[in-house]
């Protein structure tokens, strides 16, 4: 029989194990987990921080596991008339019917400057992008409260259309998008700031549709939003490709009496529903292709139907062709598409003075990589 004489067994440490080992441990951890791991010494500070260990770990799928919640307020503008611009965030799992209300803030933006009420656009690997109707616009990783004020742009705005984010695959790079009109032909153009670059820059070719004034989304390597065609004389789907940088046209499903302005990525496909009866939703099934377009069975009947009460609710985000943030009747409702549930999370409604929106944890950073 064999004696195991356990006191001579050599006791390793976490210093003593090889760095790829303890790189593999650490990718495993959550986002919260990871943040408290950079105050042990430098050497996982700056594994941590490197761009490399952030872009393993937003690929693993405990990343996208848990969807989380944020919302803005907004205080009574101070004496410089700027308003005082709050953000709560929750776990979407910690949501239940009978603890919805207001939240209490968990983050002041302290950058200052903000003259407008701001508006929340498509969340991208963590990131949140703030922009108000000044043109400033604010990066912002909830899961880590690294802020980013972005440099103005440098060019002339006569009439701003609509703003995007999202990520470039092609040039490994976050982007946000300002389309806007020039006079006097009322030509349609686009800028581009580059977190990689930190710079803005206008692309040379212009358009002669007019975008409309709404969020932007974005869909297989394109920003897309709703314009009007004054050579059509009517509205139409509008493209910017990334790596192309060139503009595309597609058309809108047209439906008597209903105008289609609420654009959306919705399982994986593009998604427009009516202004005025938003039940009626029809999808791209093939992405490009004007023939695709069919209407879609909407989550809102089955809603309507489980609520027993009048439904007409608003799409405003949705996140990993799983969970959409709609409004029904100043309520702001969070419902989960694959197991056909919803939870109320908050009053909302267009005299709160608050935006709201869905990401996942990580540790992207809102600031140009060094």
């Not at 790829?20 to 441990?25: G, P, V």
Request: hydrophobic residues 40%; aromatic residues 12%; neutral net charge.
């Amino acid at each position: 029989m064999w004696i195991v004489n356990f006191t001579r067994l050599k006791k390793t440490t976490m210093a003593e194990l090889p760095l790829h080992i303890i790189e593999n441990i650490l990718l495993r951890l959550p986002v919260k987990s990871l943040i408290r791991s950079r105050c042990v010494c430098k050497a996982w500070r700056t594994l941590i921080s490197h761009p490399h260990f952030v872009k393993s770990h937003l690929r693993l799928p405990q990343t996208q596991a848990r969807t989380q919640f944020c919302t803005l307020n907004y205080g009574e503008p101070g004496d410089n008339y700027y308003l005082v611009v709050g953000a709560s965030t929750k776990d979407c799992e910690a949501f239940s019917d009978d603890n919805g209300g207001a939240l209490a803030f968990d983050y002041l933006f302290d950058i200052g400057g903000f003259k407008y009420e701001v508006v929340l656009l498509d969340s991208c690997d963590g990131l949140l992008c703030l922009v108000d109707l000044a043109n400033k616009i604010v990066l912002w990783n909830p899961s880590t409260r690294q802020c980013n004020q972005l440099p103005p742009n440098p060019n002339v705005l006569d009439f701003l259309g609509c703003h995007g984010f999202g990520y470039d695959s092609f040039a490994d790079d976050y982007k946000v998008f300002l389309v806007s009109m020039l006079n006097p032909n009322f030509e349609t153009v686009v800028d581009v700031f580059s977190l990689k670059s930190n710079k803005w820059k206008r692309i040379q070719e212009k358009h002669h549709t007019r975008a409309a004034r709404m969020c932007a989304t974005v869909l297989h390597g394109a920003l897309h939003w709703v314009a009007y065609d004054p050579i059509l004389g009517f509205d139409t789907i509008m493209a910017f490709d990334f790596e192309k940088e060139r503009f595309r046209e597609m058309a809108i499903p047209r439906e008597e009496e209903e105008l289609y302005v609420k654009l959306r990525v919705v399982g994986g496909c593009l998604c427009v529903h009516g202004s005025k009866d938003p039940s009626k939703m029809w999808v791209m099934k093939e992405y490009g292709v004007d023939t695709s377009w069919s209407k879609m069975a909407s989550p809102y009947n089955s809603l309507r139907n489980n609520l027993n009460e009048e439904f007409r609710c608003e799409l405003l985000h949705t996140l990993n062709n799983e969970h959409m943030l709609l409004v029904n009747k100043e309520k702001l409702m969070l419902c989960d598409q694959k197991e056909n549930t919803y939870k109320n999370i908050m009053p909302y409604g267009r005299w709160f003075r608050h935006d709201a929106n869905l990401y996942v944890e990580t540790l992207v950073s809102p600031h140009p990589s060094l």
